[in-house]
């Protein structure tokens, strides 16, 4: 089969049913890394390791229940790549530069994250590519090369979790792990054509995980098919089980506020209407003009945090990073007092808004494309300013890719599973017309 058309779902089926392996998958994948024209999907990977990880999965032993009837993991014997922030025992942490990989050393330990796919059963491929410290929306990267979208020449995955979408593009994962601070996987996942998964901020564990800025840090996966989206809660918030929230009502954020979106973006954002018209919901539109505020809040708080979290190494990193770090270290505490005031109320008032609406619709990226090589300083901002409201919101956010583009999807938060489980529905009409 295809990895395009390769569903996480049809796969787990073929491994409960045993017409595949773990290693088949984990040899197919391995055949598939780096393809993209840098060859630098991953920043670390050991074929041989991912192989016995593959016999180890195979080891699980096999019960009664589950989605798939053979009692093990929705992500079991499934190849998944791990965004080079989180440890993995054995392996070297770059968070993206050279600095931190020779700093860090070898890990000793598994990071939290690492721990729940292995016990999973999840298949590990590598860890990804990454925008220097995870700060930026673009996939650019001076020292370990730019991320060049598989199949798609001169075209940049989006950043952060950048190795992240490549790896799901060329096949060598079905699904990916990245991080969303201000739009890490949102942003890869529109300009690739991928899903996108954000969670809840405070899901998850960051132990052995490198923050960028904890106020505003989120664990997520990238995947190909929306209907899988329903299959990735669990691994941030194991055990948990809870009736998905029903959703009723949306929003559509105003043309006023899109007056930058390309053309053929907004003919997604129309489709996504019609999707959610078909499964029963009710929209309206709303205006956000007090939106403007966002990245001047978002910006100046993850700038100082990030500071405080790299202090004393700003000399090593590349320039455009460190600029930003020398930035946020010059942002004053009675600065970050009134910003932090200024977060609260954005915040309480986007609750407001999913309270009123339940969901809130708008696309992930004003642009499809972002090419390497390009001065892409302006699109940086213009990215930002569609991500960062719901970053200040902490709340969860799925992307919807569209045949161009991609739209967020966005609801109060802890209401992933509800979220999710509507991502999947509108991927299974999708798939039936």
Not at 59 to 87: E, H, M, T, Y
Not at 165 to 194: K, Q, Y
Not at 277 to 291: F, H, M, Q, S
């Amino acid at each position: 089969m295809d990895s395009s058309s390769r569903t996480i779902r049809s796969t787990r089926e073929a491994l409960a049913s045993g017409s595949v392996t773990p290693a088949n998958l984990a040899r197919e994948a391995m055949q598939r890394a780096n393809r993209n024209a840098g060859k630098n999907t991953y920043l670390w990977r050991d074929p041989d390791w991912t192989l016995e990880e593959a016999a180890r999965a195979a080891a699980i032993p096999r019960s009664a229940g589950g989605q798939f009837g053979d009692g093990r993991s929705n992500l079991w014997g499934v190849p998944v790549s791990v965004k080079d922030c989180f440890d993995l025992a054995g392996a070297p942490t770059s968070c993206g530069v050279h600095f931190y990989r020779d700093f860090n050393g070898i890990a000793l330990h598994d990071s939290w994250l690492v721990e729940q796919l292995r016990k999973a059963g999840a298949v590990i491929t590598g860890k990804t590519h990454l925008h220097p410290l995870a700060y930026g929306i673009t996939g650019e990267n001076p020292e370990f090369g730019d991320c060049e979208q598989p199949g798609n020449p001169g075209a940049l995955t989006g950043g952060s979790s950048s190795g992240a979408a490549a790896s799901v593009l060329e096949g060598s994962a079905l699904a990916a792990i990245g991080t969303d601070t201000g739009g890490s996987v949102r942003g890869p996942a529109a300009l690739c054509g991928l899903a996108g998964y954000r969670a809840s901020l405070g899901r998850g564990d960051w132990r052995g995980g490198a923050h960028l800025a904890q106020s505003f840090d989120t664990m997520g996966w990238l995947f190909r098919h929306l209907e899988d989206a329903s299959l990735l809660a669990d691994i941030f918030v194991p055990g948990k089980s809870s009736i998905p929230q029903k959703f009723t009502t949306f929003a559509v954020v105003h043309d006023a506020f899109l007056h930058d979106t390309e053309p053929a973006i907004i003919d997604g954002l129309r489709r996504v209407e019609r999707d959610l018209r078909a499964l029963g919901l009710k929209g309206t539109t709303i205006n956000v003009g007090w939106w403007a505020d966002s990245y001047e809040i978002y910006a100046s708080i993850q700038a100082s945090e990030a500071a405080r979290l790299h202090a004393g190494h700003f000399d090593r990193m590349p320039p455009a990073i460190r600029e930003r770090l020398e930035w946020g270290a010059r942002i004053t505490d009675a600065e970050i007092v009134v910003l932090r005031k200024r977060h609260a109320e954005f915040r309480a008032r986007i609750d407001e808004l999913l309270h009123e609406h339940e969901l809130l619709l708008m696309p992930a990226s004003p642009v499809a494309r972002i090419s390497i090589g390009a001065d892409n300083g302006e699109v940086r901002s213009r990215i930002l300013r569609y991500t960062t409201p719901f970053s200040l919101a902490g709340v969860p956010v799925v992307t919807i890719p569209c045949s161009i583009g991609g739209m967020q999807l966005a609801a109060a938060r802890e209401s992933d599973e509800g979220l999710l489980a509507l991502a999947a529905q509108i991927g299974a009409c999708r798939s039936q017309s």
